[in-house]
């Protein structure tokens, strides 16, 4: 079950600044667009929209372009100067996946380059699931349940996670995070991408 992209009023200037930073890395690759197109597995097509600011690429499009430029995908949604300490406000937290029944990824920060960081808040209501490719290889994920259950699962393995509960695996192997419980599920998830 995929997630769609959020309409929310930042969503302009976040698709320019991917606009911007795909066009930069790739020129600074020395790439084609076709040669992003198959390093990424994203259509040519899709990637022509994108740097031109059109469409509205999905969270794992976005994933299969930043780890083929080899970047961290806070690199491409927010683009700074890195500085000492970087302070991510609430307005500044970036809402990729929205499940079919209000469920929310927001991607709360990131270091930058890699090996990078990122934090998340994931809130998924009952019945959702996010489902992920698999990472660059090294790829590492810490999650911690705040309320609910919920469901892992990685490469074949099925993992319940309870609220107060907290596991790290692997990010480099298919994964998917779901909500089989009645209730609401909360949970933070860190991903360390060398």
Known sequence: MSGQETGSGGQEAIGEAVARTVRALRAGHGWSLDELAGRSGVS????????????????????????????PLTRLVQVEEEPPVRVFRPERHV????????????????????????????????????????????????VYVEAGTLTLWVDGRTDLLDAGTAAVFVGDRPHSYGNAAADDLRFVLAVLDL
């Open 44 to 71: 040519k097509g899709v990637l022509v929209g994108l740097e031109q600011g059109r469409g509205n690429p999905n969270l794992g499009t976005l994933i299969r372009i930043s780890d083929a430029l080899g970047v």
């Open 95 to 142: 809402v990729l996946w929205e499940g079919a029944n209000g469920g929310t990824g927001t991607l709360l920060a990131g270091s930058d380059p890699r090996p990078s960081l990122e934090l998340w808040r994931w809130e998924l209501r009952p019945g959702e699931v996010r489902e992920s490719d698999a990472h660059v290889p090294g790829t590492k994920e810490i």
